[in-house]
């Protein structure tokens, strides 16, 4: 089973600042299938990137996810008020047996 | 638009059961995988169940195998989770969400239900 481990458990930024977000798998994620989900408070989570780049429907572009292997970094290029909520990764697409979410990480307002 | 809307959560006493219905719309249902996925109060995310298109393919949490029983009805457009055996553990909101994979288990969650809250306790 991969673990998946995210860092930092939180981020104080501003709006406008960049935000760079982490997680690292403990073995190699097979084609890069790692997502990435935001979730508002009170709100389900939402897709914004899978395939480790790629968009989900709908999602800004400042929105971007980029690595490979075992590394993978979630980036917001400018926050804006609406970004701030948990971030969660997932690898998918390995085996029959499920998938686990990383532990999250948590942008909130310095 | 793509719609889940769970239901059937509520406040049930340790080692009893309950069954939640998942209400799927906007999307051709029998064409997608779909998973059940639960959230513990100020916790993160832990999948519990997926299902495939046909049910041919299935697959539990470590933490539920055995006590949980995951089932869909193509004609109703519904996913069902069946939950007996409940523990204090079981407290949390239950979402539903459609797989990304046409036809196939791609096991990526593009649209989540609401939730539905299941509380275990005496």
């Known amino acids: 089973e991969i673990v998946l481990t995210q860092s930092p458990g939180t981020l104080s930024l501003s709006p406008g600042e960049r935000a760079t977000l982490s997680c690292r798998a403990s073995?190699?994620?097979?084609?890069?299938?790692l997502a990435w989900y935001q979730q508002k408070p009170g709100q389900a989570p939402r897709l914004l990137i899978y395939?480790?780049?790629s968009r989900a429907t709908g999602i800004p572009d400042r929105f971007s996810g980029s690595g490979s292997g075992t590394d993978f970094t979630l980036t917001i290029s400018r926050l804006e008020p609406e970004d701030f909520a948990v971030y969660y990764c997932?690898?998918?697409?390995?085996?029959?047996?499920?998938?686990?979410f990383g532990p999250g990480t948590k942008v909130d307002i310095k | 638009e793509v719609q889940l809307v769970e239901s059937g959560g509520g406040l049930v006493q340790p080692g009893r059961s309950l069954r939640l219905s998942c209400a799927a719309s906007?999307?051709?249902?029998?064409?997608?995988?779909m998973h059940w996925v639960r959230q513990a109060p100020g916790k993160g995310l832990e999948w519990v169940s997926g299902?495939?298109?046909?049910?041919?393919?299935?697959g539990y949490a470590d933490s539920v195998k055995g006590r949980f029983t995951i089932s869909r009805d193509n004609a109703k457009n519904s996913l069902y989770l069946q939950m007996n055996s409940l523990r204090a553990e079981d407290t949390a909101l239950y979402y539903c969400?459609?797989?990304?994979?046409?036809?196939?288990?791609?096991?990526?969650?593009?649209?989540w239900g609401q939730g539905t809250l299941v509380t275990v306790s005496s």
């Open positions: 969400a459609k797989d990304k994979g046409l036809r196939f288990l791609e096991w990526l969650l593009d649209y």
């Open positions: 906007g999307f051709t249902f029998d064409d997608y995988a």
């Open positions: 299902i495939s298109w046909n049910s041919g393919s299935i």
């Open positions: 073995q190699s994620v097979s084609s890069s299938y």
């Open positions: 395939g480790a780049s």
């Open positions: 997932q690898q998918y697409g390995s085996s029959p047996r499920g998938f686990t």
